[in-house]
C-alpha cells in the first residue's frame, strides 16, 4: 500500500493502494528519453516516487507504429499490463505513407487496446516536428500532415476517456531543440519533452487513482 496526502483531511495520510505500473513506449524519442532521464536527479521514475508508480521506458529505435500492439504484447507476457499507457509512435510513418491511413490505424489499435486491457489509461504524446523527414519531399506538407494526425488523434482520445500531450514548446518548431540531423531532439529538446510526458503521467495518475476509490 502507498500513502497520499489528502488536503481535505486536513493534511492526513491515507491509503491508496499500490503503485500504478506507468510505461512509456515509442520511438528513438522514447529510447533518448530514458538515456537523459539516467542522468538526471529524479532518474528515469521522473520524479514520481515509488510508492506512486513505477515508471517502466519502452523505447525501440526506428520503430513505426505498426510495432506498437507487437511490444505491448510481447511485455505484457513478460510482466503484466500497465495501468497508464504513455505512447509517442508514429513520427517514423509521416513520409512513408499516407497520413490518414496512420490516423485510421492508430485509432484502431487504441480500441484494440482498450477493448484488451479494460481501464487502461491512455496517454497520446503529439508527434512534434522536425527539420528533416525521412522519404519526404516536403519538409513543410509533412509538418502539415503532423499536425492533421495530433489533432485527429487528439478528439479521439479526449473522446474516449484519454489524454493527450501537446508539447507546446516544441511543437513551434522553432529554437535549437534538435539534433544536427534535424530528426531528434538535443538534450535541451529531450528535457522539455520529458516534461511534457511527466505531465501526462501526473494527468493520468489523477485519474487512476480516482477510478481506485
Known amino acids: 500500500m502507498g500513502l497520499l496526502q489528502d488536503s481535505l483531511a486536513g493534511g492526513t495520510w491515507i491509503a491508496y493502494g499500490p503503485a500504478a505500473l506507468v510505461w512509456v513506449l515509442g520511438h528513438s524519442y522514447v529510447f533518448w528519453g530514458s538515456v537523459r532521464a539516467d542522468v538526471r536527479p529524479n532518474g528515469r521514475q521522473l520524479g514520481f516516487a515509488g510508492s506512486e508508480a513505477e515508471i517502466r521506458w519502452i523505447g525501440v ?34 513520409g512513408a505513407r499516407p497520413f490518414r491511413e496512420l490516423i485510421r490505424d492508430v485509432k484502431y489499435d487504441l480500441l484494440r487496446l482498450w477493448a484488451l486491457f479494460p481501464g487502461l489509461l491512455t496517454v497520446w504524446s503529439d508527434i512534434v516536428p522536425r527539420k528533416f523527414w525521412r522519404g519526404a519531399r516536403s519538409v513543410e506538407a509533412i509538418n502539415k500532415a503532423r499536425v492533421k494526425v495530433n489533432r485527429a488523434v487528439g478528439r479521439f482520445m479526449a473522446k474516449n476517456g484519454g489524454i493527450a500531450v501537446r508539447h507546446e514548446e516544441l511543437g513551434k518548431g522553432v529554437g535549437g531543440f534538435w539534433r544536427a540531423d534535424g530528426v531528434h531532439l538535443n538534450a535541451v529538446g529531450i528535457d522539455l519533452w520529458s516534461l511534457g510526458i511527466q505531465g501526462g503521467i501526473e494527468t493520468a495518475l489523477r485519474m487512476w487513482r480516482a477510478a481506485q476509490a
Open 61 to 94: 529505435r526506428g520503430m513505426l507504429w505498426g510495432g506498437v500492439m507487437r511490444e505491448v504484447h510481447r511485455f505484457v507476457r513478460l510482466d503484466r499490463p500497465p495501468d497508464v499507457l504513455v505512447l509517442h509512435a508514429g513520427g517514423n510513418d509521416l
